[in-house]
């Protein structure tokens, strides 16, 4: 996100396509409960037998692949059994890693040769490394394979932007009450764009609205500053595990998962030295290598391992996610390999926001995909004028409406790509600029011509300040088809509803359909494009 940072002084459709575990989930959100509420930190009693109160996740998940997270209160070894009926009847187990302080008691199994199309019940236990026998109580959680019949449709939401602005877990109002509306529509996954935590943002106890109501926050030690070592890196992560609703979300909703600026700190990029008296360690390249991590050990993401001994995670952010004949999730990374942050005049640049090799990859991996639809998951957007201070652009565009220039350079070339060799049904999905709207691109408005048109949508914050709507930039030719933003810069959550997205792809006739959702139930917009089209 482009602003400024401030402190912030300045119900739905039953499931039905999965059955929950609505008993055995609550049960695993109440452990985190133990002596304090649904929003306290978990007691942990250092005898006897390993517990998992942070609850579970997937993600990743494809149609015969998936992966299982779960932290551990102490060294504990990771067993994961799957069942097609959450009775249980019929087990498949699967072998994890032993859990300890190298990775903070936290690891993921990979699940694979699972059935296509299917509802997979899956339970976590933790046995004592000392004594397999001593295990804890089991903690559950459900998925849905991807399909691989075109007729079964697919179904996910998306947002990002979470506990920003110093807005955090509020008990007043439930904590993150989007996350159970999300969870309530039953998505068959969730693409989460970035903003995962906000590492620079300080959580205080309470602040004063405007009007004069108070906000009150969950607080921990690791929120009380702006985040530096690894282990604060990694308490900003277990901070969004302490709502319920996250809880509850994560056990039954598999996610794909990016990460922008905010999980490092506001408007990095590669290289960058800070002058800012918060941070002793002044060196962004040092912070990203912590909280990249700190990530890997949090979010179960395919391509992004964390290994003992190591100082930053292995591996990579960008990674194509198959979701069946309809759908191929492009995962893109605009943060790790980009340029300096500049007044992006530039005429001739080849770093880009996404770097050479990532938009060769990139190229590369339409190219091969069959799918119906190709989402094109962006941490930032396209068309928005993002700034960073007086002078600086933090994202692609720059404001100048002529030719493209400095980063746009490069989406010029991918845009240009996907014409030319006739790719179809591409869509742009981010958050990062907290409002949501809806901008369609046309070569006809547009100062750079050779491209076929295409929608981004943005949707967010999930549980963060709300901003007003950025300027457009001309050079693509964006038409703002809809915008819901405040008028006033970084509202509450208790001042201005929340958003998230939702894409709904018919398995007969191949349309897909966006909804701009507000919390609360409402639709605030809608547009259905038709499959088989290089450009909309």
Not at 121 to 128: I, S
Not at 272 to 287: F, G, H
């Amino acid at each position: 996100m482009s602003q400024p940072t401030p402190g912030p002084a300045a119900g739905g459709p039953a499931p039905a396509r999965r059955t929950v575990l609505r008993g055995s989930l609550a049960a695993s959100a109440a452990a985190l409960a133990a002596g304090g509420g649904a929003f306290a930190s978990p007691a942990f009693a250092l005898s006897g037998r390993p517990t998992a109160a942070w609850g579970v996740q997937t993600g990743d998940v494809t149609a015969h692949s998936g992966l299982v997270w779960v932290r551990s209160d102490r060294p504990a070894r990771m067993i994961v059994e799957t069942s097609a009926s959450e009775s249980f009847r019929r087990v498949h187990r699967h072998h994890g890693p032993l859990l300890g302080p190298g990775t903070d008691f936290t690891g993921t199994t990979a699940l694979r040769g699972l059935p296509a199309g299917e509802q997979i019940h899956y339970r976590v236990t933790l046995a004592d490394p000392d004594d397999p026998r001593r295990t804890g109580e089991p903690v559950t959680g459900t998925f849905r394979t991807a399909p691989v019949r075109r007729r079964d449709g697919v179904r996910f939401l998306w947002s990002g932007d979470i506990a920003g602005q110093g807005w955090g877990i509020n008990p007043d109002i439930g904590g993150f009450r989007a996350y159970e509306e999300m969870r309530r529509l039953d998505p068959d996954f969730f693409l989460c764009s970035g903003d995962t935590i906000y590492a620079d943002g300080v959580i205080q106890p309470s602040v004063t609205l405007p009007d004069g109501r108070v906000w009150r926050n969950v607080t921990t030690p690791e929120k009380s500053k702006v985040a530096e070592t690894l282990a604060e890196y990694r308490g900003n992560f277990r901070y969004n595990l302490l709502d319920h609703n996250v809880r509850a979300f994560n056990a039954q909703v598999p996610t794909i998962v990016q990460w922008d600026d905010h999980e490092v700190r506001n408007n990095w990029y590669p290289g960058q030295i800070l002058d800012d008296p918060r941070y002793t360690e002044k060196d962004v390249d040092v912070l990203a290598a912590r909280a990249s991590r700190a990530f890997a050990e949090y979010v179960p993401v395919s391509t992004l391992h964390a290994r003992v001994g190591e100082t930053r995670a292995e591996g990579r952010m960008h990674r194509v996610v198959h979701h069946g004949p309809l759908l191929d999730v492009f995962v893109l990374d605009m943060r790790s390999y980009r340029n300096a942050n500049s007044p992006g005049r530039q005429a001739d640049d080849t770093t880009g926001i996404l770097g050479a090799e990532q938009l060769e990859w990139l190229k590369r991996e339409l190219s091969r995909s069959r799918a119906v639809w190709k989402v094109l998951a962006a941490d930032m957007p396209l068309g928005l004028v993002v700034t960073d201070g007086a002078t600086d652009f933090e994202a692609v565009a720059q404001g100048d409406p002529g030719a493209p220039l400095g980063r746009e350079l490069q989406i010029a070339e991918l845009l240009r790509f996907i014409k030319h060799r006739r790719i179809t049904g591409t869509l742009w999905l981010t958050a990062d600029v907290h409002y949501t709207s809806a901008q369609h691109y046309a070569p006809e408005r547009a100062a750079f011509k050779d491209f076929a048109p295409f929608w981004e949508f943005v949707s967010g914050p999930l549980a963060a300040g709300a901003f007003p709507a950025n300027k457009l930039d001309a050079t693509f030719g964006p038409d703002r088809v809809f915008v819901r933003a405040p008028e006033r810069a970084n509202l509450s959550p208790m001042e201005t509803p929340q958003h998230f997205g939702e894409v709904d792809i018919d398995g007969d006739s191949g349309e897909l359909t966006v909804r701009l959702r507000a919390e609360g139930g409402l639709v605030l917009f809608s547009r259905t494009l038709q499959p088989g089209r290089v450009g909309q």
